[in-house]
């Protein structure tokens, strides 16, 4: 089996990481447990491009029960666990091609490597399979059944190819399913984001002014969990709804410009690019930590920011200090890349469950309904999304009402009124 990993001697490590994340994993369990029987993924090769977690060995160990043969590339170039990587390649026979810190020609390289694997599914975080795929490897499609996508910034690239008319297969959107994004995207990035800032700076959070630029559910989540932590927060927005949102949840709000002199703190989440941009630089307040946990490391200005300063050193473990010429400091942590990633470990287990929960059974359902899918962008069946929600319930033990029926009567009837 090829494969290109840091050091295969880190396996026994990256295993019991593995089986402590799958504890807190019973939704994901239960579809191996069945797939096991049931083999729904028999025969098929199925290549993934996603961040190398122990979460992430608990779905495609799942894959595998189901039949598949599964490998791997991390969709980011530090999310890498390395110990992961060993194991899943020791213990599990899966083909992985990650190495933390990977630079941009190895990062390709990899994607390539798994692409050569001769694939029928992929399964990306942030769409770089596809895109490969759509670019420079259109010659694959012709074996390619369907896909999967993870996340908010994957589906939003889905979509533009889609609206082009140029996306050549078809894949589902995971991320749009209520157990994905309700869960992961807002309490997933709310908890490893605050998680990921504290361990790479060991800074207090209570009384600071931490800056949220975006307020969709990574940014409510993170927003709420700042202010959990005793942070003063303030929200950035473009949007004037999801603006208006954040000022009734209680968040103060304001341009950039204004927060970034008075901010400690600030994390963008917003999935575009040059949020924090050289005006900001100018008037940013000395010794402001800046970090990203949106998906590409686009949304820090980092070249202007380069070009404002007249030094730079790293300090810490993922910490930057960019020194500007009025002798002013501002940090940058982990190069402007997902920091819930780099210098912590992602998501919990337990949200992941559900994320990954939709990815194997919309693998199953895409797989299932091969012969009825256009090239298009997909949204798993309500019924199985609300299924996952079910799952996890009973695994929490919390029972829930059930309609009567008379109530479902009312609910489908017009005459009723006052
Ligand atoms: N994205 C965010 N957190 C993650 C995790 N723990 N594993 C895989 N992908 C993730």
């Avoid at 990062?107 to 990306?124: P, Q």
Wanted: glycine share 8%.
């Amino acid at each position: 089996m090829k494969f290109d990993i840091k050091n295969t001697k880190l396996a026994p490590e990256g295993k019991r990481r593995i089986e402590w994340a799958e504890k807190d994993m019973p939704v994901l369990r239960s579809i191996k447990e069945r797939f096991q029987k049931e083999k729904p993924l028999r025969g098929l090769t199925i290549g993934t491009c996603l961040h190398v977690t122990t979460e992430t060995a608990n779905l495609l160990i799942t894959l595998k029960a189901g039949g598949a043969s599964a490998s791997i590339c991390a969709s980011n170039p530090l999310s890498t666990q390395d110990d992961v990587a060993a194991s899943l390649v020791k213990d599990f026979g899966i083909a992985v091609f990650a190495i933390k810190g990977e630079d941009n020609k190895i990062y390709y390289k990899h994607i390539n490597a798994v692409l050569d694997m001769k694939l029928h599914y992929t399964m990306d975080d942030g769409a770089d399979l596809v895109s490969v795929i759509h670019t420079k490897r259109k010659d694959l499609i012709k074996n390619i059944i369907a896909g999967g996508e993870e996340t908010t910034t994957g589906v939003i690239r889905l979509k533009a190819l889609e609206k082009e008319k140029r996306l050549l297969y078809p894949i589902l959107a995971a991320n749009e399913a209520m157990t994905k994004h309700f869960f992961d995207n807002r309490y997933g990035t709310g908890q490893s984001t605050l998680d990921g800032i504290v361990r790479a700076t060991n800074r207090l959070l209570a009384g600071s002014n931490f800056v949220v630029a975006g307020y969709g559910w990574c940014g409510r989540g993170l927003a709420t969990r700042a202010r959990g932590m005793g942070a003063k927060v303030i929200v950035t927005e473009v949007d004037p709804v999801k603006a208006l949102e954040a000022v009734m949840d209680g968040f103060d709000v304001k341009p950039m410009r204004e927060a970034a002199k008075i901010a400690d703190f600030i994390c963008t989440v917003t999935g575009d690019i040059n949020v924090v941009d050289v005006e900001d630089f100018r008037v940013i307040k000395d010794s402001c930590i800046i970090s990203n946990s949106g998906h590409f490391d686009v949304e820090i200005n980092l070249n202007a920011l380069q070009k404002l300063s007249k030094s730079k050193r790293i300090v810490r473990n993922f910490v930057e200090e960019y020194t500007m010429k009025s002798g002013r400091k501002i940090f940058v942590l982990a190069e402007g890349r997902l920091i819930n990633l780099a210098s912590a470990e992602g998501h919990p287990a337990s949200v992941m469950d559900m994320s990954f929960a939709n990815q194997a059974l919309g693998a199953e359902y895409m797989i299932k309904n091969r012969n009825k899918l256009e090239k298009r962008v997909y949204v798993i069946p309500e019924v199985i999304d609300r299924n996952i929600a079910e799952l996890k319930l009973k695994a929490f033990g919390i029972k829930i009402d059930k309609l009567t029926a008379e109530q479902r009567k009312y609910l489908s009837s017009w005459e009723i009124g006052t």
